[in-house]
């Protein structure tokens, strides 16, 4: 049997990833709590992890469902208001001050493009792993992150096309 | 902007911000505290025998270990002997380290913080449990501790649980001496030894 290290090795070598990834899916304002949250419930949880699990991977699908309950618990707070915005929009409120750069681009993707890319490019999950932290297929993930890559560079290339008109 | 482009530039877009860790990690080990899943807490404290590494469950302090014995072992044996939850959170250990900062001040002649005995048992824990008996600036011979704890022929017996001590230190295993006056081996190494017992003897 592999030892299971100390929780505080898992905090030191995934940390920073996971708070990446809070912030891609989230923005800067709840990726804090998300962050905290995660890894409390992944120090609960930690000592019926198997020894050989893809930690990584196990961190990111717990900051999924972190990051749902934050979507939901956000979306509560904002039950009284008529119109209500897209799905996918929401969370990315935080990101309005930044529209135009890549960070503002990417958190007003739906939910599952942002998570795939997140996932995919930030945290280097596999699409199979992706795939099982979002449910659906590996192409499916695949394809989500693909869509999602091309929107992002439709939206930069027309800030960038506006900005030289600017000149 | 090809893929490839765009990924990194993702990357930037989401740096690495390892300076924000501390206080979120501060923040974590104050709510595993309070959440009841934080097993084993930690920290390190810097004394005149080096750093020593601090370790406590909820019941008492369960381990203390010199930088010679590997601070990521000993961490590693934690996680193995009582549970991998553990996290750097000082504030549990803020008693100890106070006891000790006091012992190593030359004001303090005896340990009052709470401590967890679970990682010694049977003949060893014991032997440990009597060594506070041998006073402040005292020495004792192995053979002395040998019928102290009742078996006066466990002579070796009591090296190896002095050898084993979690709690070097506290657990006054540095007073024990072999019987022709010399210091003898120590698990912190005998310049440490020798420090202790010369720390204890000028006070």
């Given at each position: 049997m592999r030892a299971k290290p100390p929780f505080e090795a898992v905090v030191a070598a995934h940390g920073t990833t996971v708070l990446r990834v809070c912030r891609a899916v989230l923005g800067p304002a709840d990726a804090d709590d998300a962050w905290s949250e995660t890894f409390l419930s992944a120090l609960r949880a930690y000592p019926d992890l198997p020894a050989d699990a893809n930690v990584e991977a196990w961190?990111?699908?717990?900051?999924?469902?972190?990051?749902?309950?934050?979507?939901?618990?956000?979306?509560?707070?904002?039950?009284?208001?008529?119109?209500?915005?897209?799905?996918?929009?929401?969370?990315?409120?935080?990101?309005?001050?930044?529209?135009?750069?890549?960070?503002?681009?990417?958190?007003?993707?739906?939910?599952?493009?942002?998570?795939?890319?997140?996932?995919?490019?930030?945290?280097?999950?596999?699409?199979?792993?992706?795939?099982?932290?979002?449910?659906?297929?590996?192409?499916?993930?695949?394809?989500?992150?693909?869509?999602?890559?091309?929107?992002?560079?439709?939206?930069?290339?027309?800030?960038?096309i506006s900005a030289e008109g600017c000149r | 902007m090809n893929t490839t482009d765009l990924a990194r530039e993702l990357g930037q877009a989401f740096p690495d911000t390892p300076g924000d860790l501390p206080a979120l990690h501060a923040r974590l080990a104050a709510a595993a505290q309070r959440d009841g899943t934080l097993d084993i807490a930690y920290t390190t404290i810097d004394t005149p025998v080096g750093p020593l590494l601090l370790a406590a469950t909820g019941r008492g302090l369960i381990r203390v270990a010199y930088a010679a014995q590997d601070h990521d072992a000993v961490l590693q044996a934690l996680a193995d002997q009582v549970s991998p939850r553990i996290v750097r959170a000082p504030a549990r250990l803020d008693q100890a380290a106070r006891e000790l900062g006091e012992y190593f001040a030359g004001t303090r002649r005896a340990f009052g913080v709470p401590l967890d005995w679970s990682l010694s048992a049977g003949f060893r824990r014991a032997v440990l449990a009597r060594l506070p008996e041998i006073g402040y600036g005292a020495t004792a011979s192995y053979a002395d501790v040998a019928a102290l704890a009742g078996s006066p022929r466990a002579v070796r017996a009591v090296g190896t649980a002095c050898a084993t001590n979690p709690l070097p230190v506290v657990v006054p295993c540095h007073r024990v001496v072999r019987a022709d006056g010399a210091a003898g081996g120590y698990l912190g190494g005998p310049e440490a030894k020798r420090a202790l017992l010369t720390l204890e003897s000028a006070a």
């Amino acid at each position: 049997m592999r030892a299971k290290p100390p929780f505080e090795a898992v905090v030191a070598a995934h940390g920073t990833t996971v708070l990446r990834v809070c912030r891609a899916v989230l923005g800067p304002a709840d990726a804090d709590d998300a962050w905290s949250e995660t890894f409390l419930s992944a120090l609960r949880a930690y000592p019926d992890l198997p020894a050989d699990a893809n930690v990584e991977a196990w961190l990111v699908t717990i900051a999924h469902r972190r990051a749902i309950d934050v979507t939901r618990a956000a979306a509560r707070r904002a039950l009284p208001v008529a119109d209500v915005p897209e799905a996918g929009t929401a969370p990315g409120a935080d990101h309005r001050e930044l529209d135009g750069d890549l960070a503002g681009a990417l958190s007003r993707l739906p939910p599952r493009q942002k998570q795939a890319i997140a996932y995919h490019y930030l945290a280097g999950l596999g699409y199979a792993e992706v795939a099982a932290i979002t449910g659906g297929t590996a192409d499916a993930a695949r394809r989500a992150a693909a869509d999602g890559i091309a929107r992002l560079r439709r939206t930069l290339a027309a800030v960038t096309i506006s900005a030289e008109g600017c000149r | 902007m090809n893929t490839t482009d765009l990924a990194r530039e993702l990357g930037q877009a989401f740096p690495d911000t390892p300076g924000d860790l501390p206080a979120l990690h501060a923040r974590l080990a104050a709510a595993a505290q309070r959440d009841g899943t934080l097993d084993i807490a930690y920290t390190t404290i810097d004394t005149p025998v080096g750093p020593l590494l601090l370790a406590a469950t909820g019941r008492g302090l369960i381990r203390v270990a010199y930088a010679a014995q590997d601070h990521d072992a000993v961490l590693q044996a934690l996680a193995d002997q009582v549970s991998p939850r553990i996290v750097r959170a000082p504030a549990r250990l803020d008693q100890a380290a106070r006891e000790l900062g006091e012992y190593f001040a030359g004001t303090r002649r005896a340990f009052g913080v709470p401590l967890d005995w679970s990682l010694s048992a049977g003949f060893r824990r014991a032997v440990l449990a009597r060594l506070p008996e041998i006073g402040y600036g005292a020495t004792a011979s192995y053979a002395d501790v040998a019928a102290l704890a009742g078996s006066p022929r466990a002579v070796r017996a009591v090296g190896t649980a002095c050898a084993t001590n979690p709690l070097p230190v506290v657990v006054p295993c540095h007073r024990v001496v072999r019987a022709d006056g010399a210091a003898g081996g120590y698990l912190g190494g005998p310049e440490a030894k020798r420090a202790l017992l010369t720390l204890e003897s000028a006070a």
